[in-house]
């Protein structure tokens, strides 16, 4: 709203004419998202202590996990928030991407946060059912992946997925598109989720994700750049670099209450929506098949879960001490604070490999 009312004055005052730049917008995203948080944060804490409102840690889980029973959680929503201020400010609003990701968020979101309503009533870490939860998801993806190939229309590869590290490599899919963007986004947002268990490392990872893609975001929105790198161009998507920035910034804001020893928990409603929200950035750039690389942290946690489980199952034995993989490495010897920043190194180095596909093609 706010980019509107200055960009129409850029023709009685010349320097206003800086809103048209998403770059410029990306940046005040970033500082926009990152106040909001920080001063809202405390209010937040407060209020949820007020009305009881903790964290209910799994039985299952490590002993010295017991300690954070108590902590405020549910701080997912100082996320939403500081994201959709700058996106109302920033963004141009008239661009379709910018409201699909948007309602992608916060319909995911919105799954996150009857699960954690019903964790709080019921003073356990059991809260919707996993095959109501993931119905869900899946429900909410379909939505978000028809409306994506509804504005997609008829643009080049609009049902293809393009292959990282190859010049004009595509794999078309066509009617199985949609399905399949749906079980994207809903595993996704599983996977961020189930990375959410250390204090930093969850909303750390996001963090550098979201800023991948938000130079891959800019890039597909920029025709010329888009040719030169031989990546697809996609019309409009250099609005949601403006979204992907707004996230980098609420993100920085979260990590400040959220680092050992956190005073804020994100729950649900934060880790199923920033899972969804990556994913669905990634599918509009049409870089789909990256996000393997881009998010190979949140790739491998979900994976040691898989294998686990499977292993038990079949086999009657254990892969890791405990999964998702960071408590296998917890339960080595590693301090909480060791594990979080050397995933968050590992999830950096997974980032630069996938900006480096840039230049591999």
Not at 170 to 186: D, E, N
Request: positive net charge; contains cysteine; charged residues 10%.
């Amino acid at each position: 709203m706010l980019y509107w009312l200055l960009y129409e004055l850029h023709t009685s005052w010349g320097p206003l004419n800086v809103f048209r730049y998403i770059t410029f917008r990306a940046a005040l995203a970033i500082l926009t998202a990152l106040v909001i948080g920080i001063a809202f944060g405390p209010w937040l804490i407060r209020a949820l202590r007020e009305r009881q409102i903790g964290q209910s840690i799994r039985e299952e889980g490590p002993q010295s996990h017991k300690a954070k029973a108590g902590t405020p959680t549910m701080g997912g929503l100082l996320i939403l928030a500081a994201v959709m201020v700058p996106i109302l400010l920033w963004g141009d609003l008239t661009e379709p991407w910018i409201w699909i990701v948007t309602g992608t968020t916060l319909a995911f979101g919105g799954i996150g946060f009857l699960d954690d309503v019903l964790k709080v009533r019921r003073g356990k870490n059991l809260g919707l059912g996993a095959w109501q939860k993931f119905g869900l998801q899946l429900l909410a993806g379909l939505l978000a992946a028809t409306a994506i190939r509804l504005v997609a229309g008829h643009s080049p590869y609009a049902e293809d997925l393009v292959a990282p590290f190859f010049k004009n490599a595509h794999i078309p899919l066509g009617v199985m598109y949609i399905p399949f963007v749906a079980v994207v986004l809903a595993g996704f947002s599983n996977a961020v989720n189930l990375t959410d268990g250390l204090d930093g490392l969850a909303i750390g990872s996001v963090l550098i994700a979201f800023g991948t893609y938000t130079v891959f975001t800019y890039i597909a929105g920029n025709a010329r750049v888009a040719k030169y790198l031989l990546i697809p161009s996609v019309a409009g998507a250099g609005e949601v670099a403006v979204f992907c920035a707004a996230m980098v910034g609420a993100s920085l804001a979260f990590l400040w209450f959220n680092c050992h020893p956190a005073q804020l928990f994100m729950g649900d409603v934060g880790s199923l929506a920033l899972g969804a929200a990556i994913a669905c950035t990634a599918v509009i750039a049409k870089q789909e098949l990256l996000l393997v690389v881009v998010g190979g942290l949140f790739v491998a946690e979900a994976l040691s879960v898989i294998l686990q489980v499977a292993s038990f199952k079949t086999r009657g034995k254990r892969v890791f001490r405990m999964s998702p993989l960071h408590h296998h490495f917890e339960l080595s010897g590693w301090a909480e604070t060791q594990v979080v920043v050397r995933f968050w190194i590992v999830a950096l180095v997974f980032a630069l490999i996938g900006l480096a596909t840039l230049k591999l093609r």
